[in-house]
T-cell receptor
Framework: NAGVMQNPRHLVRRRGQEARLRCSPM?????VYWYRQLPEEGLKFMVY????????ESGMPKERFSAEFPKEGPSILRIQQVVRGDSAAYFC????????????FGSGTRLTVV | AQSVTQPDIHITVSEGASLELRCNYS??????LFWYVQSPGQGLQLLLK??????LVQGIKGFEAEFKRSQSSFNLRKPSVHWSDAAEYFC???????????FGTGTRLQVFP
């Protein structure tokens, strides 16, 4: 019974490149959440998705960031034209229902922009 | 708006000592409250959660937390800390019908032998 799978674990991108982060939720979980953790900070909510729908993207930067959760396949967080300030740990979590059930987190993707 | 405050950024305790990590929340309705632990380079693991009922909740690894509505607090406790408890601890709040959890900035726990 695999947990939430994120890949890659580590990603290095040069400024201006694109970063694609993948998240496969736990089996049976239809709700996916993306959070960003900056050094010495807590987790900041980015986006909440269900299959083929973005439910809440209030935490997503207005430009360069996008997320999807297609009918088939993992959820993808995409960052275009990365800048040094995008360097962070990006965590995906999933749940079978709303947030009141609590989340199961993946191990994260650590993005470094050089 | 919902918010979570963890006033202690860093706590150091000796192995075998008792532990209390503070968490205060701000939310108008009855909150759902959570404590997560994060080991270095890892994701977050759920320690315990409070929805309703008994205000003292038991979690994994010997942790417990007490919900005090009058103080808007949900402090995490452990009677005797082990060296393996060294990690970062996050308190989070959610509410019925909401879509996301709001996390505090975390408390880093160091344990000395």
């Amino acid at each position: 019974n695999a947990g939430v799978m994120q890949n890659p674990r580590h990603l290095v991108r040069r400024r201006g490149q694109e970063a694609r982060l993948r998240c496969s939720p736990m089996k049976g979980h239809s709700h996916v959440y993306w959070y960003r953790q900056l050094p010495e900070e807590g987790l900041k909510f980015m986006v909440y998705l269900q299959k083929e729908n973005i439910i809440d993207e209030s935490g997503m930067p207005k430009e360069r960031f996008s997320a999807e959760f297609p009918k088939e396949g993992p959820s993808i967080l995409r960052i275009q034209q990365v800048v040094r300030g995008d360097s962070a740990a990006y965590f995906c979590a999933s749940s079978p229902g709303t947030a009141s059930n609590g989340y199961t987190f993946g191990s994260g993707t650590r993005l470094t922009v050089v | 708006a919902q918010s979570v405050t963890q006033p202690d950024i860093h706590i150091t305790v000796s192995e075998g000592a008792s532990l209390e990590l503070r968490c205060n929340y701000s939310y108008g309705a009855t909150p759902y409250l959570f404590w997560y632990v994060q080991s270095p380079g890892q994701g977050l693991q759920l320690l315990l959660k409070y929805f309703s009922g008994d205000t003292l909740v038991q979690g994994i690894k010997g942790f417990e937390a007490e919900f005090k509505r009058s103080q808007s607090s949900f402090n995490l406790r452990k009677p005797s800390v082990h060296w393996s408890d060294a990690a970062e601890y996050f308190c989070a709040v959610g509410a019925q019908g909401t879509d996301k959890l709001i996390f505090g900035t975390g408390t880093r726990l160091q344990v000395f032998p």
